[in-house]
């Protein structure tokens, strides 16, 4: 992708991402999206209603803008606890790099990369049944092993690098050279890959909410307006296409985040 088209792309990403809340508490002022109308059930795409209305008569707009506030804010969550994982897990296995905290968290690494992700986090949330949030939780301890071992060769890099061999040589203490020399630095390739899960986790959590193992009603979600959407395709077929659309915009969203992320970022953090 050329920077022009890159830059378009970041551009209207951010523009919807700032965009959603701002319709959100729109919406939630003029729309109620939870409550049903049942004189206004099914109602087709119009000036009022933009995407109309589903079979309780409850405004589709409103619900596909508090849906994907919640999928923001529940990848959000799941991202800031793989990152924060990550780092701790990455750095703990690169310093003490060839020993056994890296012999035993890079084994746990390996066995998390032998499962496939939708599947342990599907088998995860209908077992404990968590709730959405609580669902996304355990998606940010099941996302972290991608993260840590970029981390994890960042830690192994900078322990010999020049900087942290005077620390040492100085006295200072091995947690402040963590702290101050190799975690700013092991933090940018982190983030990224982090950050390229976003696309990843919207997904997982239309997914989720496809089986049911989402928020559960009146709580709206993307899976359960998809589902919603396509038992009734011939009836009222735009309680089918908005989510899609939805899903698709947010995913471009995050992917444009990320592409503007991964190319802002320094040479040298990416090698």
């Known amino acids: 992708m050329t920077p022009s088209r890159l830059a378009i792309l970041a551009c209207l990403s951010i523009a919807f991402l700032v965009a959603l809340p701002i319709g959100l508490v729109w919406f939630g002022h003029s729309l109620d999206p939870l409550t049903p109308q049942p004189e206004s059930a099914l109602e087709a795409p119009g000036a009022g209603q933009w995407v109309g209305r589903d079979e309780l008569g409850r405004s589709l707009s409103a619900r596909l803008l508090l849906a994907g506030g919640l999928s923001l804010g529940a990848a959000s969550l799941a991202l800031v606890l793989a990152l924060a994982l990550a780092l701790i897990m990455g750095g703990l296995a690169g310093w003490y790099h060839g020993q056994w905290p890296d012999r035993v968290i890079s084994w746990f690494i390996a066995l998390l990369h032998t499962v496939p992700f939708f599947l342990l986090v599907v088998v995860a949330a209908a077992v404990w049944r968590p709730g ?140």
Do not use: K
Request: aromatic share 12%; charged share 10%; glycine share 8%.
């Open 132 to 271: 959405f949030f609580g669902a996304f939780v355990i998606v940010g301890l099941c996302a972290w092993a991608a993260p840590a071992r970029l981390a994890r060769a960042e830690f192994i890099r900078l322990r010999s690098a020049r900087h942290v061999l005077a620390a040492r040589a100085f006295g200072f203490p091995a947690t402040t050279i963590m702290l101050r020399q190799t975690l700013p630095v092991a933090f940018l390739p982190a983030f990224t890959a982090v950050l390229l899960l976003m696309p990843e986790l919207i997904g997982l959590d239309v997914g989720l909410g496809f089986f049911g193992l989402g928020a559960q009603p009146p709580t709206p979600t993307l899976g359960r307006l998809l589902y919603a959407g396509l038992s009734r395709l011939n009836a009222a077929p735009w309680l089918g296409f908005a989510p899609c659309i939805m899903v698709i915009l947010l995913s471009l969203a995050a992917f444009g985040l990320a592409a503007l992320w991964s190319r802002s970022i320094p040479t040298s953090s990416r090698a």
